[in-house]
């Protein structure tokens, strides 16, 4: 259903940056009747007395926190209906559930872009109320091919991926038993929505991302690692000799992320938290260093523009363009703190792999030999690249920035990509013990090995 565009918004986010990201992505959807709250409390006030059409809230904020303000709205005759969304980084299964216990109308997570959140207010407005249930997938088998939909971000994480594509185009490889389709997405958030529907074979998605979706049944696996290593993270140009160390630096700042279910997260916590800092989210725990999740490709300007953000971790190539456009300066790559860890990985569907195994199998050592194939020609890779994953040339990428990436000390790496559970039990394990994020889940049942086994034997 369309809805009015006149509608009275009541939009509460107690940051400076999400509260100007949030007029910017609603005014490309069409609303520009906001009103802007700086926390809960505010937020309640501002409903009381603007009387709005809709509120959309962030969850962690000082004072009330979005589930409080959304809590306490449902308890007043005038609110109970009202329709609420929460936009937030509590992006996991948990925290959704929580959100349609307490009466949202809908919910999500950051980073959003303009469709997401059009699409959430439609459905906050529209008189059925109740989730779609995902259609079953059909997939098509045509001459003992049956079609593999892969979805991917514009990452060089990916880049096995756009390797393989490119090989099949070119006739070097001939799969036997799959026809590729790759989908390139917005954001995570696209990804973790296909997987749990269903309408996506395979990704290349975020570790943890895939072991939320497991721990909450939604029948996936992981079958192979993206990649190895790749991360960046990049402190602001705003740092000099004012500040007499980087505890002091970071101290009652904001670190961007790509996604609270990350290991760039998981990173950024372990090295704040030796510096003596108290990273996290605004709610019950005392914090003195923000995490703020935003677009990746968004990182590097909004730093520019806030000194407020004193750094943010994220995946190649924004990190390194980020340096040569002396946007900010090298803190550390992620390999530096720990070599060789597991960051994006592929995760299947389990029908697709109980159905089609040959193609599962097939799928899999072509992506193995195609991190060989990447490994072995740093500068044919670089072009392929730019082609796969900047196809329409809107993030300025060329060969020459990614083969900057390629060649960087403790690089990604797209050899030895086993899915071993050491390292997945090692972030799991993190962040669920210390940054009380997830669930612990049995690996076993996770990760499927048997297609890796028997390249690596």
């Known amino acids: 259903m369309a809805v009015d565009p006149n509608i009275k918004i009541v939009v509460a986010d107690d940051s400076g940056t999400m509260r100007m990201m949030f007029k910017q992505i609603l005014k490309k959807a069409g609303f520009d009747n906001l009103v802007m709250a700086v926390n ?28 409080k303000f959304l809590q306490t709205l449902r308890k007043m005759n005038k609110f109970k209906t009202l329709p609420f969304i929460m936009a937030t980084a509590q992006s996991d299964k948990g925290q959704q559930i929580a959100i349609m216990e307490a009466g949202g109308s809908g919910h999500v997570p950051k980073p959003f872009d303009e469709d997401q959140i059009s699409r959430a207010i439609e459905k906050a407005f529209s008189d059925d109320k109740k989730e779609e249930q995902p259609k079953k997938k059909k997939r098509h088998v045509i001459g003992g091919r049956v079609e593999l939909n892969v979805a991917h971000i514009q990452i060089t994480d990916h880049l096995a991926l756009g390797a393989l594509k490119h090989r099949i185009e070119q006739g070097d490889v001939e799969p036997e038993h799959f026809d590729l ?21 395979c990704a290349f998605v975020l570790a943890p991302i895939a072991m939320d979706l497991f721990a909450y049944d939604s029948p996936i696996k992981l079958v192979l690692f993206a990649h190895r290593n790749g991360s960046t993270f990049i402190r602001s140009r705003h740092y000099d000799n004012r500040f007499d160390s980087l505890q002091s ?7 961007d992320i790509p996604h609270k279910m990350s290991v760039h997260h998981m990173l950024a916590h372990q090295f704040l938290k030796e510096l003596g800092l108290k990273p996290g989210v605004p709610g019950k725990n005392a914090i003195n260093v923000r995490f703020e999740v935003v677009p990746p490709i968004q990182m590097p300007g909004i730093m520019k523009e806030n000194e407020d953000v004193a750094g943010f971790m994220v995946a190649e190539p924004v990190a ?19 070599d060789n860890h597991p960051c994006c990985v592929v995760a299947m569907q389990e029908d697709f792999i109980q159905k089609h195994p040959e193609a599962a ?44 990436v390629f060649s960087q000390p ?3 790496r797209w050899d030895g990509l086993y899915p071993d559970a050491e390292g997945i039990d090692k972030i799991q394990k993190y962040m669920h013990d210390v940054m009380e994020i997830g669930k612990i889940i049995d690996l076993d049942k996770f990760i499927e090995t048997r297609f890796a086994d028997k390249v690596y034997g």
Do not use: C, H
């Open 40 to 67: 809960g409390a505010d937020g309640l006030e501002k409903v009381k007395t603007e009387k709005p059409d809709l509120v959309i809230s962030d969850w962690n904020m000082p004072q009330v926190d979005g589930l």
């Open 181 to 201: 389709t790759t989908s390139l997405k917005a954001g995570w958030n696209p990804i973790q929505e296909g997987l749990e529907t269903g309408e996506l074979d």
């Open 249 to 255: 630096f970071y101290k009652y700042k904001v670190v």
């Open 320 to 338: 390194t363009k980020a340096i040569a456009g002396s946007i900010g300066n090298l803190e550390f790559y992620s390999a530096s703190r720990w």
């Open 361 to 404: 199998q097939e799928f899999v050592s072509l992506l193995i030999e195609t991190g060989e194939y990447i490994e072995n020609d740093k500068i044919r890779a670089a072009g392929i690249a730019v082609d796969f994953l900047d196809p329409e040339g809107k993030i300025g990428l060329n060969p020459e920035v990614l083969k900057n």
């Open 410 to 412: 403790q690089a990604i």
